[in-house]
């Protein structure tokens, strides 16, 4: 072959190049051609329903009739009712309750689950359990546990050994702080695991260094396992965070809102107007907002994980 030959060679591959790109920039889309089905069923079904959940804030409609437009009547309605306000403190009130023991608690449970120790993976499954029951069941068995004669009030009874009667739904002062014990009861399972799969890809030779240079448990927690677990618990705070402001299940199983309106959050009281009375447009703006504070808590956590980058 001559020197002609390559040349000619070389000159045609960079026409090809220049025609075709090259392999790495054909191949850049194959990841969106394949997200592209479950991406199209995603906005249909998410982004789609927001958009005309949005629209509708905008109207008067009760489903009987064809909607009929008021600009931002729904949205000074809000700002005016005494309920809608009430509900909106005491969902923020339900988020600082949960929030801090749904990152916490899972993760000292993760800990202790991620020990090599016989019958481990029971304990796992034990503490999965309250995941996969039905809202409905936990809801009813807990109003059993908080009921006047229930067995909350029997063991401290036994404890305090003075007789407590108290019905924990029917009392104000105790009836969301018993809603958000539930709450925090059936989520720790979920995010335990969230937290377990992340200390599973930490090397156990920083641990092993750790101890060689004298650090006990705690410190080796402390110096190792929360600065490497920061990612997954900012992620563990978001996904509790929307879960709150979204409660709905607990409260429409057991308080319906009471007493005197102590457990009205946001949902419930949008399915109220929305479902019970056909409220429709005014639901949808109390949606609206709803949705705007779920979205910059979301954005604000994205935030925090970014500043910390993927892998804490």
Same mark, same amino acid.
């Given at each position: 072959m001559s020197p002609f030959d390559s040349d000619t060679d070389l000159q045609d591959s960079q026409a090809a190049t220049l025609r075709h790109g090259t392999p790495r920039q054909q191949s850049s889309w194959d990841p969106y051609l394949f997200l592209a089905p479950a991406l199209v069923l995603f906005l249909i079904s998410s982004?789609?329903?927001?958009?005309?959940?949005?629209c509708l804030s905008f109207t008067n409609?009760?489903?009987?009739?064809?909607?009929?437009?008021?600009?931002?009547?729904?949205?000074?309605?809000?700002?005016?009712?005494?309920?809608?306000?009430?509900?909106?403190?005491?969902? *923020?009130?339900?988020?600082?309750c949960v929030v801090p023991f749904l990152v916490i608690l899972p993760l000292g449970l993760a800990i202790l689950v991620n020990?090599?120790?016989?019958?481990?993976?029971?304990?796992? /499954?034990?503490?999965?359990?309250? /995941?996969?029951?039905?809202?409905?069941?936990?809801? *009813?068995?807990?109003?059993?546990?908080?009921?006047?004669?229930?067995?909350?009030?029997?063991?401290?009874?036994?404890?305090?050994?003075?007789?407590i009667q108290i019905n924990w739904l029917t009392d104000p002062r105790f009836a969301l702080?018993?809603?958000?014990? /539930?709450?925090?009861?059936?989520?720790?399972?979920?995010?335990?695991?969230?937290?377990?799969?992340?200390? $599973?890809?930490?090397? $156990?030779? *920083?641990?092993?260094?750790?101890?060689?240079?004298?650090?006990?448990?705690?410190? $080796?927690?402390?110096?190792?396992?929360?600065?490497?677990?920061?990612?997954?618990?900012?992620?563990?705070?978001?996904?509790?965070?929307?879960a709150a402001m979204k409660v709905f299940e607990e409260v429409y199983v057991m308080t319906r809102g009471g007493p005197a309106n102590s457990t009205l959050t946001l949902v419930y009281y949008l399915y109220e107007q929305g479902i019970s009375r056909l409220n429709m447009g005014y639901a949808a703006a109390m949606g609206a907002v709803l949705f705007a504070i779920t979205l910059c808590?979301?954005?604000?956590?994205?935030?925090?994980?970014?500043?910390?980058?993927?892998?804490?």
């Open positions: 982004f789609w329903p927001i958009l005309q959940a949005i409609y009760d489903i009987l009739n064809v909607p009929r437009w008021v600009g931002l009547k729904n949205y000074v309605q809000l700002i005016g009712d005494p309920l809608f306000w009430k509900a909106l403190v005491n969902t *923020l009130f339900y988020l600082a020990q090599s120790l016989p019958g481990i993976r029971w304990f796992r /499954v034990i503490y999965y359990l309250p /995941v996969i029951f039905s809202v409905v069941i936990a809801g *009813l068995a807990w109003k059993w546990i908080y009921a006047e004669n229930g067995l909350l009030n029997y063991v401290l009874s036994s404890l305090l050994f003075h007789p702080p018993a809603l958000a014990t /539930v709450t925090i009861w059936k989520g720790l399972g979920y995010y335990m695991v969230i937290y377990l799969s992340g200390l $599973q890809g930490i090397p $156990q030779h *920083l641990y092993e260094a750790a101890a060689m240079d004298g650090a006990n448990p705690w410190q $080796q927690h402390t110096k190792i396992t929360l600065p490497l677990m920061a990612s997954y618990m900012i992620l563990v705070m978001i996904l509790s965070a929307i808590l979301s954005l604000i956590g994205v935030k925090l994980l970014n500043s910390r980058g993927i892998n804490g």
